[in-house]
């Protein structure tokens, strides 16, 4: 019955990774050598690598919680329903998905003018940050954006509490306590991995959006710990159940 779970684990894995990886160059060289500077290139590349493993984390999630479904509704036929052709499919859709919704965003900002103070709040390139340097119109920019977050995050979370709300319903249907308890045993470790991805990133939507007045460390810090904590916290949530 594990199977096509760690398939998904392993797309989770390499997410969580790529976002690691992505982030490393500049917080080595800014808390190892003292690096305040990143070419305008690189930061663009390291945008499009951030938000693309990014998407792709938050849709492994989504999976993940279809695969529990899959799994408490019809557990007789779940390796037949998730085989692994099926989830092969679904991670080339992922990874498809995750780059070509991204690829508009830096051709975007390439060809607005940047003038004055080009100095970035965070450890990293975000497109929030990036796009509020360029003096030129960027409510192409702001609107994409928008429209990327609503189509990526914001769907994929809705889908996630429908797919729990229904995990809840088919739980409930069954007759014994224990079989409930044995049943839900198998969601806890995927509710723990989306709340430890989908804390940090409202907690920093909500202090770009009504933060003005706060301290710029503590801006500095969520965005830290909202790439840096799944990366972490995931592989010892999923090595304890394990």
Known sequence: LHQPMYFLLAMLVLAEVGVSASTLPTVIGIFL????????????????????????????????SVDRFVAIYSPLRYTSILTPPRIFGTGVVIGLKSIMLMVPLPILLWHLPFCGHNTLSHSYCLHPNLSHLPCGDISINNIYGLLIVTCTFGLDSLLIVVSYGLILHTVLNIATGE????????????????????VPMISLSMVHRF???????????????????????NPIIYSIKT
Do not use: W
Request: aromatic share 12%; charged share 10%; hydrophobic share 50%.
């Open 33 to 64: 050598f003292g690096t305040t500077k990143i070419s305008f290139d690189a930061c663009l590349l390291q945008m499009f690598s951030i938000h693309s493993f990014s998407i792709m984390e938050s849709a492994v999630l989504l999976a993940m």
């Open 211 to 233: 933060g003005h007045q706060v301290s710029p460390l503590l801006h500095v810090m969520i965005a830290n710990a909202y790439l840096f904590f799944p990366p972490v916290v």
């Open 179 to 198: 079989q409930r308890k044995k049943a839900l045993n198998t969601c806890g470790s995927h509710v723990c991995a989306v709340l430890v991805y989908y």
